[in-house]
């Protein structure tokens, strides 16, 4: 079915950068997109970005609070996608996941059926 | 941009039939997808394009969709079935939306 792991959460300053890794494994991961969501202290989820594969169009698409400091990228050869996290802010305090990311069409859709269990981000001075 | 809408919090007797609902404009247009999430656990679909289970998700998880409102129901409820449950759609301006959350209480 496939397993996630998350990695590089911390604490970080604000202003600052910080790389978070999904490695991957028992799927083929180029066949795939991949979704990072985060979810703050006792609030909802809340979708970051996605990278598609490169077999539909390898496309990334952010969420309005993260575009022009988050960049999402893969490693296909290595089965790991990445979220790098730039000028950082206190309200990115979170836990991110990543997660195996579906898409169709008709109507068009994406989402997600394997997650990883995680990693802490925290944002303060 | 695209907005979803649930009841912050569900209540259910064990062993009766909970109904959590995702209200969106003209959200019968679009495919819904629903997570489970345990407190501390990562979420987990258990719906998807609407009434779509993957597998391992009981046939207690059901789903529906029409009009304004899409619905996720749990038949014979289980204390395990104590969560928040989240819905999501695709928006192509707003892409990746999911709802505020619901928690189901079981009683």
């Known amino acids: 079915e496939g397993q996630l792991v998350e990695s590089g959460g911390g604490l970080v300053q604000p202003g600052r950068s910080l790389r978070l890794s999904c490695t991957t494994a028992g799927f083929t991961f180029g066949d795939f997109g991949m979704s990072w969501f985060r979810q703050a202290p006792g609030k909802g989820l809340e979708w970051v970005g996605l990278?598609?594969?490169?077999?539909?169009?390898?496309?990334?698409k952010y969420a309005a609070s993260v575009k022009g400091r988050f960049i999402i990228s893969r490693d296909d050869s290595k089965s790991i996608a990445y979220l790098q996290m730039d000028s950082l802010k206190t309200e990115d305090t979170a836990v991110y996941y990543c997660?195996?990311?579906?898409?169709?069409?008709?109507?068009?859709?994406?989402?997600?059926?394997?997650w990883g269990k995680g990693t802490m981000v925290t944002v303060s001075s | 941009s695209y907005e979803l809408s649930q009841p912050l919090s569900v209540s259910v007797a064990l062993g009766q039939t909970a109904t959590i609902t995702c209200g969106g404009n003209?959200?019968?247009?679009?495919?819904v997808h629903w997570y489970q999430q345990k407190p501390g656990q990562a979420p987990v679909l258990v719906i998807y394009?609407?009434?779509y289970r993957p597998s391992g998700i009981p046939e207690r998880f059901s789903g529906s969709n029409s009009g304004n409102t899409a619905t996720l129901t749990i038949s014979r409820a289980q204390a395990g079935d104590d969560a928040d449950f989240y819905c999501q759609v695709w928006d192509s301006s707003t892409y990746v939306v999911f709802g505020g959350g619901t928690k189901l209480t079981v009683l």
């Open positions: 394009k609407d009434t």
């Open positions: 997660a195996r990311d579906r898409l169709g069409l008709n109507p068009f859709y994406h989402y997600m059926d394997v």
């Open positions: 990278i598609r594969s490169k077999v539909y169009d390898g496309a990334t």
């Open positions: 003209n959200i019968g247009s679009k495919n």
